[in-house]
């Protein structure tokens, strides 16, 4: 079974004798709104769903042995593609520099930093002195250590205690996303008896360093509570400080950088509410900023000072569909609010952090990002911006209030990141740190565009493109296409060492910034959710078509890739335009969404309703997401090759929806491509846990890709 477009001499992928697993079907359907959907594969949901994403081994027999002859029937798949993988993870990784650190940022008496060692897998928290009297690094918390021989670990939230003797810290030893918290003692470098199970992997100290805040994550994977945890005392005797009622929404914990306040923050996708504590009174109750109005968003910082008066600086998109800045009185939000920075439509204000004496804001115009950075003493601003057709800008105002240096982070799809502190009040820039591309990387061998694709409603869909730099847009290229378009998350137009793999072998990548991101603004999100929801599987194609019709793509010689949501958006263009793709990968992909959404006891099932909407209630979006969700819309069409990458613990994308998915798909395609399905039995949805690890997920991806249009004999 050759993979479509490949090259007339390529060999095949497997044998014709070789033939993929059939999944058993099972009768099964459920009724709403006089309608009945058949799932004969709803049997690979487990029963014990909750207790298998925490304990693998909990899996039953018969769900196992057919993941794992899946995995097999992939393994075989993919099998001569061998040595073109382990070529590509050497690419990969020489691209890494291995020994790297963070850039050390300064909190009290210690600059603090994240490193690796050369051929570590997990990161190492480390501190020195920051008046440099001592050069000796302390090492807090090794990850390698600490992974040992565990099929997976990922280290959270780290967080020092007000004096700096204390390390609050996480992990999660299962890709589950429970996050058990424990507290290492500095000066011994032991962990102390406290262990706190089941959190969201962050925790607010108390400003005495006596307790902290978490939130806590229940049974059904929902993040609804937060508790106060007093050191030395036992878990089960956590103080709860407050419970959300709401079960579709997150509850998360956070501080003020002016480190006065304890911020509850607590949002769906639509609308949100902060609760604020003091940290020097922690036995407080929560205190309200201004009470939920569906629709609104708001995040709050404090400054001690500001005009004279402890204030709270607010972004909010109320009246403001693009977020605005205002101000109220910390102990009277409610009194009334003066503008900081007015809302200005089609200029997207998404972040913001207040210092001692400036406010940064980083916003984004026509998809391109800028930092303004205020004085506020007289109100002067100016902009940080550059001059690339598309790049990726971030800030990180750090953890020291009185401080006038702001980090900036800089990178282009050409262009590796670069680190510079800014001092905002002399308007100098340092460059802390340029990274390292170990095997070489010239970015004038790359040329970086930016393009707009045309919908037939008239918008104009930013895309972004690299390609070697003597690639001619004749059409003979071939091109991998990314997209995600949900949640209003925009894909940064940033640096990636690992896709270099295939752009040196003359692919043109392309990133599709469709409507359901932010990239054009909130609006650019709202026309890209609940009843319009088919914009972002229609501005997908459009880019593709767009792509061909320019020269940097032709039909059948796309690989389309995305993954989560991005995954929903692999499965609605399958189904719509499979004749335009030579390969579709889709990594942990959301694809069951209708039956998923009628299953309000799944994790994220009432969370996403403000997204999707909710086909319990609404006959109307029943009928909506049933007209778009792939599983539910594969029919008899020649699909082109796919391969679905999914995790046995994912609480986000359970394993069960792309097993689903390619049982579909095997029986309905009229086409000879192979579909093939891989899961990861010992890692959740962001895959294997080690960086090098996750190398060979990537390079099993890309590998499909090369071959998929002849190219796996590319050097």
Not at 212 to 234: C, K, M, N, P
Not at 466 to 493: E, F, K, M, Q, W
Not at 700 to 709: E, K, N, Q
Request: proline share 7%; net charge negative; charged share 25%.
């Amino acid at each position: 079974m050759p993979l479509r477009s490949a090259a007339p001499d390529s060999e095949p992928l497997s044998s014709s004798s070789v033939r993929p697993p059939a999944a058993e079907k099972r009768p099964h359907a459920v009724q709403f709104h006089g309608r009945t959907i058949s799932d004969p594969y709803s049997w690979l949901k487990a029963e014990n769903w909750r207790e298998a994403i925490r304990r693998p081994e909990a899996l039953p027999a018969d769900i196992r042995a057919y993941l794992e002859a899946e995995n097999a029937y992939a393994a075989h798949l993919l099998e001569p593609l061998d040595d073109l993988k382990t070529q590509l993870v050497a690419e990969m990784r020489g691209r890494i520099k291995e020994d790297d650190s963070s850039v050390p940022t300064r909190d009290g008496p210690f600059e603090y930093a994240v490193r690796h060692r050369a051929g570590g897998q997990h990161p190492l928290v480390v501190r020195r002195p920051a008046d440099g009297s001592d050069a000796s690094e302390q090492i807090l918390l090794d990850g390698d250590a600490l992974a040992g021989a565990l099929a997976y670990f990922k280290l959270g939230g780290w967080a020092p205690s007000p004096d700096h003797t204390l390390l609050a810290w996480s992990a999660d030893d299962a890709g589950s996303e429970y996050y058990a918290m424990r507290v290492r003692d500095l000066s011994t470098g032991e962990d102390i008896a406290d262990r706190v199970p089941d959190t969201a992997g962050s925790a607010v100290w108390a400003a005495d360093g006596e307790s902290f805040w978490y939130s806590r994550i229940d049974q059904d994977h929902r993040a609804l509570e937060v508790y106060r945890h007093s050191l030395g005392t036992d878990a089960s005797q956590d103080v709860l400080v407050y419970r959300e009622p709401e079960p579709g929404w997150f509850v998360r914990v956070d501080e003020t950088r002016s480190g006065k306040y304890l911020v509850i923050s607590v949002a769906d996708h639509d609308t949100s509410e902060s609760h604020l504590i003091d940290r020097a009174t922690p036995d407080a109750a929560p205190r309200l900023v201004f009470r939920r109005k569906a629709g609104v968003q708001y995040e709050v910082d404090h400054h001690p000072a500001f005009d004279g008066r402890s204030s709270l600086i607010v972004r909010t998109n109320e009246d403001a569909i693009d977020f605005k800045l205002i101000e109220v009185d910390a102990d009277h939000p409610a009194g009334g609010a003066r503008t900081v920075v007015d809302h200005r439509p089609g200029v997207y204000l998404l972040d913001h952090a207040v210092t001692a004496r400036h406010l940064v804001r980083l916003e984004r115009v026509d998809a391109q990002p800028r930092m303004v950075l205020r004085r506020l003493a007289d109100g002067a601003e100016h902009e940080i911006t550059f001059a690339e057709e598309a790049f990726s800008l971030g800030f990180d105002a750090g953890r020291e209030f009185d401080a006038d240096i702001v980090r900036f982070f800089y990178s282009s799809p050409a262009t590796p990141t670069e680190t510079w502190d800014y001092d905002m009040a002399t308007h100098e820039r340092r460059l802390r740190k340029r990274q390292e591309i170990p095997s070489g990387h010239d970015p004038e061998r790359y040329v970086v565009r930016r393009q707009l694709a045309p919908a037939a409603d008239g918008a104009l869909v930013p895309v972004t493109l690299v390609h070697r730099a003597d690639v001619t847009p004749d059409g003979s290229s071939p091109c991998l296409l990314y997209g995600y378009g949900a949640y209003g998350i925009s894909i940064p137009a940033s640096f990636s060492g690992g896709r270099l793999s295939l752009v040196d072998r003359g692919f043109v990548y392309a990133i599709a910034h469709i409507r359901g991101g932010t990239e054009k603004g909130w609006g650019w999100y709202l026309d890209g959710k609940l009843a319009n929801k088919t914009n972002t599987f229609t501005d997908f194609i459009t880019v593709a078509e767009h792509l061909c019709a320019t020269g940097y793509a032709s039909a059948g010689r796309i690989v389309a890739h995305g993954g989560s949501a991005g995954g929903m958006l692999m499965g609605a263009v399958a189904n719509l335009r499979p004749d335009l793709f030579a390969a579709i990968l889709a990594e942990v992909p959301f694809v069951d969404v209708l039956t998923t959404m009628l299953d309000d006891t799944l994790p994220l099932t009432p969370p996403e309703w403000p997204e999707w909407g909710d086909p319990i209630r609404d006959e109307e979006a029943f009928e909506r997401i049933l007209g778009y969700s792939p599983v539910d819309n594969v029919a008899p069409r020649p699909y082109p090759a796919i391969l679905a990458l999914a995790g046995l613990t994912d609480p986000r994308v359970t394993y069960w929806e792309p097993a689903k998915w390619i049982a579909r798909l095997r029986e309905a395609t009229t086409s000879d491509s192979p579909i093939a399905l891989r899961t990861n039995m010992d890692a959740g949805h962001g895959g294997a846990s080690g960086r090098f690890d996750r190398l060979e997920e990537v390079a099993i991806a890309y590998a499909f890709a090369l071959r998929a249009v002849g190219r796996a004999d590319a050097a």
